[in-house]
């Protein structure tokens, strides 16, 4: 591997107290220090992200806010905004999350975060995923569409500060994952449909790989799936898995 690997641990309502998400921080971070082929950006819960971030001197660790509403403030009861984890040294923003579509969230919805995110120069982690998966190749449909619909604001020359992070939720959560060949497949796919609307931008598209990641398949997606890294849910919160995992990468 050639250039290092993004990888993104998305902690989701994980862990139950600061004082363990302190720990758990320490830990993630003295493991990305010594990777040498990873770039590790940490989701924590909203809550613990201003003074996670506010403790932390170093470069090799990145904060992103695990959702947030694309309005800058207003009556939104219960809502954080992009500007305001931005504010909290936020960089980046999951977008579109499997969990979040299943509260609720819309394709509206995430092309609207998108561009907010943008705007304030955050990156969007923006997730993509079929529910299941049929001999019709219906999920080439569902991809394309969630593609079209997030991206429909953003312009070919900000392309690049866009990922895309694959997420197929049949594996998500499982102790099965995606056959790395099959992720190479379903990657020129999303390449070409961006392509298809954004024209030749598209070709360069970071494509990162969500669905059951851990130190077991890490490297043969980074190898054989055209993938440039991880959204790492379960395992993120591990701190040996995660450890573990990173390692793996680095010999990739």
């Known amino acids: 591997m050639n250039m290092r690997a993004l990888v993104v641990a998305n902690w989701k309502m994980n862990p139950p107290t600061f004082r363990e998400a302190k720990k758990l921080f320490e830990a993630t971070r003295k493991a990305a220090e010594k990777a040498r082929k990873s770039n590790v950006v940490i989701a924590p819960p909203a809550v613990f992200l201003r003074e996670l971030s506010k403790r932390y001197r170093g470069s090799r660790v990145a904060f992103a806010v695990q959702n ?10 219960g809502e954080i905004s992009l500007r305001q984890a931005h504010d909290a040294r936020a960089h980046y923003a999951i977008i579109g999350h499997a969990e979040r579509r299943a509260e609720g969230e819309t394709d509206d919805d995430v092309r609207k975060k998108v561009a907010s995110a ?6 969007p982690i923006l997730c993509v995923g079929e529910k299941e998966r049929t001999d019709g190749g219906d999920q080439y449909g569902v991809v394309r569409e969630q593609l079209r619909a997030a991206l429909a604001d953003v312009a070919p020359a900000k392309l690049g500060g866009v990922l895309v992070v694959y997420e197929p939720l049949w594996s998500v959560g499982k102790d099965t994952t995606m056959d790395p060949r099959e992720m190479h497949q379903m990657a020129i796919f999303m390449r070409k449909c961006i392509v298809d609307t954004h024209g030749d931008a598209g070709r360069s598209l970071k494509i990162l790989y969500g669905g059951s990641v851990d130190e077991k398949n890490a490297g043969a997606m980074l190898r054989e799936a055209e993938v440039r890294g991880f959204l790492v849910g379960r395992a993120s919160i591990d701190a040996k898995g995660f450890s573990a995992l990173l390692k793996v990468i680095e010999n990739a």
Do not use: F, Q
Request: proline residues 0%.
């Open 68 to 77: 947030a509403h694309w309005e800058a403030g207003g009556a939104h009861t």
């Open 118 to 123: 943008l705007a304030l120069k955050m990156t």
